[in-house]
T-cell receptor, first 114, second 115 residues
Framework: AQSVTQLDSHVSVSEGTPVLLRCNYS??????LFWYVQHPNKGLQLLLK??????LVKGINGFEAEFKKSETSFHLTKPSAHMSDAAEYFCVVSSLQGAQKLVFGQGTRLTINP | NAGVTQTPKFQVLKTGQSMTLQCAQD?????MSWYRQDPGMGLRLIHYSVGAGITDQGEVPNGYNVSRSTTEDFPLRLLSAAPSQTSVYFC??????????????FGPGTRLTVT
């Protein structure tokens, strides 16, 4: 069985400061991990994905995430927040055994203060 | 390419009514799925399909039916709507080769309210 826990339901940062959104996962198989972003009243957009290649994954809009197997974590970071980053972020896991069946975390709402 | 399209965008139903949420994709994707999004719970998989004529249940299938007669379309049917089905519904699609993880593309969502 697979599961994802996003450790913060809401994160608030000031514009220009670093962003850290935390995600822990549980998987019986080698996982694939994703971060999706959802802007208000919009669909979901893929930010980045990890599929057993490099453990440090770079995504769009300056985001990156590091896969740490020993800590079962896949935290999302960005060096400098922009107002347009305000959105809901979802950490997602799947496995080769169920490659297209995604299991979502509860979501983290990111607020950017001017 | 239009990508993944969903209709309607908004819908209000009374308890007991039936309706079909439409989903279509023009990317020739084998895999299609339906999720519901509720506050504080992320997205949960309702039903999915790995190709025309093949469907299976996800995490929360009760109260929903699906069919897949073509590669492009994957409608979701609510046979007798209940207030617990008030939610935002997302359709997604991707390539579906077994053992390979592909990016899934999401539609814009349908906001359903059952009174």
């Amino acid at each position: 069985a697979q599961s994802v826990t996003q450790l913060d339901s809401h994160v608030s940062v000031s514009e220009g400061t670093p962003v850290l959104l935390r995600c822990n996962y549980s998987s019986s198989y080698s996982p694939s991990l994703f971060w999706y972003v959802q802007h208000p009243n919009k669909g979901l957009q893929l930010l980045l994905k990890y599929t057993s290649a490099a453990t440090l994954v770079k995504g769009i809009n300056g985001f990156e995430a590091e896969f740490k197997k020993s800590e079962t974590s896949f935290h999302l970071t960005k060096p400098s927040a922009h107002m347009s980053d305000a959105a809901e972020y979802f950490c997602v896991v799947s496995s080769l055994q169920g490659a297209q069946k995604l299991v979502f975390g509860q979501g983290t709402r990111l607020t950017i203060n001017p | 390419n239009a990508g993944v399209t969903q209709t309607p965008k908004f819908q209000v139903l009374k308890t007991g009514q039936s309706m079909t949420l439409q989903c279509a994709q023009d990317m020739n994707h084998e895999y299609m799925s339906w999720y519901r999004q509720d506050p504080g719970m992320g997205l949960r998989l309702i039903h999915y399909s790995v190709g025309a004529g093949i469907t299976d249940q996800g995490e929360v299938p009760n109260g929903y039916n699906v069919s897949r007669s073509t590669t492009e379309d994957f409608p979701l049917r609510l046979l007798s709507a209940a207030p617990s089905q008030t939610s935002v519904y997302f359709c997604a699609s991707s390539f579906g080769l077994a053992g390979v993880v592909y990016e899934q593309y999401f539609g814009p969502g349908t906001r359903l309210t059952v009174t």
